[in-house]
């Protein structure tokens, strides 16, 4: 039975075996859309009853050893084997952890000169069938789709991981061609005035403003007759396959929330540098960050805290909620005895200077919630303060007793003369809800306060006044005496984030 042009499926499919393409590109051209057909090839031959010849042929004579003209052989064999065994070699390598994982191709622009020219031939010789097939002027099914069906499956049943888009792996695979430059040479003659070559110190040209996207916007406005005379339509057979470049792999960040005590009086929260030089060794950060990124094999981490201490201020209590951001990490499958080990291998390392409790992992948008409490969380804090006039101490003791009566006070906070070189002038407004005092010590000219504020507020310079900085200050409350403070606590950042999960009990919350 004699079948129309629309549906001549035997005669495109060998007059494209003819001209070089492979089995695959030979479906692609006919119209096949779903992954079924490439995964049930032989089915699909016969549905479409196409009569399969041993060799192809002649006309521009195909040798064995070429490519397919079309794909340059990334979807034909034996060469997209040779390519998927050395991405394989380097995902092994690699070892992410990660149960599930995306791919993305990165492709030649040869690909989109060779996709343009082939669709314009078949466009000439049968002009039907791709009006019935192909009514959007283009083929529906690009090379990279087809990759994607048919050898998605086998990476992932090797790396023992399922293909997901919404994967947190990303693995990009980057593919290269040797006549790249020479094929590309005929942008220039279609576009002489968007695409500018350079010379090399070899002196071969070379582009230095296109891109696949770009290619891709002028191929659609390029008038056919124009690229033909530019480009050879059919493609040429290929002198060289399609190879592999190499591979690169990222992971979403993962973060690990959890609660951490500062212990050490001479310990910064981060690195301390100034104009390059390190001015103590150690710092939270590191202490807690370096054996996470052990564990987690990540490149890089970021640190962040629900606001900080001073150098000389310890956290004590339940500790300062924190966050570390593992920049592509390698291991994310990390279970509940294994986060208790991480806590202990942290505090064992840090030799009493930081302690760590409920590392657990917390998804991103849970960070929102330290932001905020920035903002609306209070802070208590222990200080020792210093009568700087022991002829004030009966007047001083007398003061303290009704200390308490005279809070909530309301602050007017200048930006301390100690951070001026980093935070902007202003007057804050900081509130004190409640404080609490001992007397003098006997024999001594110290006294404690216990205190709970507004985040922010700045407690050393409450308490000695900071030139009259912030008002009212301690020394205000009492009658105008002069205090200072010796050693500064937090003894407890009210903020219930993240959740408790550790039941090890921590330092004391005074000592």
Same mark, same amino acid.
């Given at each position: 039975?004699?079948?129309?042009?629309?549906?001549?499926?035997?005669?495109?499919?060998?007059?494209?075996?003819? #001209?070089?393409?492979?089995?695959?590109?030979?479906?692609?051209?006919?119209?096949?859309?779903?992954?079924?057909?490439?995964?049930?090839?032989?089915?699909?031959?016969?549905?479409?009853? #196409?009569?399969?010849?041993?060799?192809?042929?002649?006309?521009?004579?195909? /040798?064995?050893?070429?490519?397919?003209?079309?794909?340059?052989?990334?979807? /034909?064999?034996?060469?997209?084997?040779?390519?998927?065994?050395?991405?394989?070699?380097?995902?092994? +390598?690699?070892?992410?952890?990660?149960?599930?994982?995306?791919?993305?191709?990165?492709?030649?622009?040869?690909?989109?000169?060779?996709?343009? &020219?082939?669709?314009?031939?078949?466009?000439?010789?049968?002009?039907?069938?791709?009006?019935?097939?192909?009514?959007?002027?283009?083929?529906?099914?690009?090379?990279?789709?087809?990759?994607?069906?048919?050898?998605?499956?086998?990476?992932?049943?090797?790396?023992?991981?399922?293909?997901?888009?919404?994967?947190?792996?990303?693995?990009?695979?980057?593919?290269?061609?040797?006549? +790249?430059?020479? +094929?590309?040479?005929?942008?220039?003659?279609?576009?002489?005035?968007?695409?500018?070559?350079?010379?090399?110190?070899?002196? /071969?040209?070379?582009?230095?403003?296109?891109?696949?996207?770009?290619?891709?916007?002028?191929?659609?406005?390029?008038?056919?007759?124009?690229?033909?005379?530019?480009?050879?339509?059919?493609?040429? #057979?290929?002198?060289?396959?399609?190879?592999?470049?190499?591979?690169?792999?990222?992971?979403?960040?993962?973060?690990?929330?959890?609660?951490?005590?500062?212990? &050490?009086?001479?310990?910064?929260?981060?690195?301390?540098?100034?104009?390059?030089?390190?001015?103590?060794?150690?710092?939270?950060?590191?202490?807690?960050?370096?054996?996470?990124?052990?564990?987690?094999?990540?490149?890089?981490?970021?640190?962040?805290?629900?606001? !900080?201490?001073?150098?000389?201020?310890?956290?004590?209590? !339940?500790?300062?909620?924190?966050?570390?951001?593992?920049?592509?990490?390698?291991?994310?499958?990390?279970?509940?005895?294994?986060? !208790?080990?991480? +806590?202990?291998?942290?505090?064992?390392?840090?030799?009493?200077?930081?302690?760590? !409790?409920?590392?657990?992992?917390?998804?991103?948008?849970?960070?929102?919630?330290?932001?905020?409490?920035?903002?609306?969380?209070?802070?208590?804090?222990?200080?020792?303060?210093?009568?700087?006039?022991?002829?004030?101490? %009966?007047?001083?003791?007398?003061?303290?007793? %009704?200390?308490?009566?005279?809070?909530?006070?309301?602050?007017?906070?200048?930006?301390?003369?100690?951070?001026?070189?980093?935070?902007?002038?202003?007057?804050?407004?900081?509130?004190?809800?409640?404080?609490?005092?001992?007397?003098?010590?006997?024999?001594?000219?110290?006294?404690?306060?216990?205190?709970?504020?507004?985040?922010?507020?700045?407690?050393?310079?409450?308490?000695?006044?900071?030139?009259?900085?912030?008002?009212?200050?301690?020394?205000?409350?009492?009658?105008?005496?002069?205090?200072?403070?010796?050693?500064?606590?937090?003894?407890?950042?009210?903020?219930?984030?993240?959740?408790?999960? &550790?039941?090890?009990?921590?330092?004391?919350?005074?000592?």
């Amino acid at each position: 039975m004699e079948q129309s042009e629309e549906n001549n499926f035997n005669l495109v499919y060998h007059t494209l075996q003819d #001209i070089g393409c492979c089995q695959m590109c030979c479906l692609r051209f006919i119209g096949e859309k779903t992954s079924y057909s490439y995964l049930n090839v032989e089915e699909i031959i016969e549905k479409r009853e #196409i009569i399969l010849n041993e060799k192809a042929s002649t006309g521009n004579k195909i /040798q064995k050893e070429n490519a397919c003209l079309a794909c340059l052989g990334l979807i /034909q064999k034996p060469y997209c084997d040779i390519i998927i065994e050395n991405a394989l070699k380097d995902l092994e +390598e690699a070892n992410y952890d990660s149960d599930t994982f995306n791919i993305a191709l990165t492709l030649p622009v040869s690909f989109q000169l060779r996709a343009h &020219s082939m669709f314009l031939y078949i466009q000439s010789k049968f002009p039907k069938f791709t009006n019935f097939h192909f009514p959007l002027g283009v083929v529906t099914v690009g090379v990279k789709d087809v990759w994607k069906w048919v050898f998605t499956p086998i990476i992932a049943k090797l790396q023992n991981k399922n293909f997901s888009t919404s994967s947190d792996l990303t693995i990009t695979l980057s593919l290269k061609y040797a006549d +790249e430059d020479k +094929e590309c040479v005929s942008l220039f003659s279609m576009f002489p005035d968007k695409f500018s070559r350079t010379k090399n110190r070899k002196n /071969q040209g070379s582009f230095d403003n296109f891109s696949r996207k770009s290619a891709e916007t002028s191929l659609k406005i390029v008038d056919s007759d124009k690229f033909s005379k530019c480009y050879a339509v059919p493609p040429e #057979i290929p002198d060289s396959s399609i190879l592999y470049d190499s591979i690169t792999m990222l992971h979403s960040s993962v973060y690990i929330a959890g609660r951490y005590n500062k212990l &050490s009086r001479v310990l910064p929260q981060t690195p301390w540098l100034i104009n390059g030089e390190r001015k103590l060794e150690g710092s939270v950060e590191e202490l807690i960050s370096g054996p996470m990124k052990r564990i987690i094999k990540s490149q890089d981490t970021r640190f962040a805290a629900s606001g !900080r201490e001073d150098v000389d201020v310890r956290t004590l209590g !339940r500790g300062r909620p924190f966050y570390v951001e593992h920049i592509d990490p390698h291991r994310v499958s990390v279970d509940f005895d294994t986060m !208790r080990q991480l +806590e202990d291998d942290i505090n064992r390392e840090a030799n009493g200077e930081v302690f760590v !409790r409920d590392l657990q992992f917390i998804d991103k948008s849970e960070l929102e919630m330290l932001k905020l409490g920035e903002e609306t969380k209070t802070k208590e804090y222990k200080a020792l303060c210093i009568l700087l006039d022991p002829k004030e101490r %009966d007047s001083c003791n007398n003061r303290l007793k %009704d200390l308490s009566s005279q809070f909530p006070v309301k602050l007017q906070q200048a930006t301390p003369i100690r951070v001026l070189h980093r935070r902007p002038v202003a007057v804050r407004e900081r509130t004190i809800h409640w404080l609490n005092s001992s007397l003098l010590q006997e024999d001594k000219d110290v006294f404690t306060i216990s205190l709970n504020t507004q985040a922010g507020t700045y407690i050393k310079e409450f308490i000695h006044g900071d030139f009259g900085r912030t008002k009212p200050c301690l020394g205000e409350l009492l009658g105008g005496i002069d205090v200072d403070i010796l050693a500064l606590d937090v003894q407890d950042v009210l903020l219930d984030w993240p959740p408790e999960v &550790s039941s090890k009990k921590g330092p004391l919350s005074e000592s």
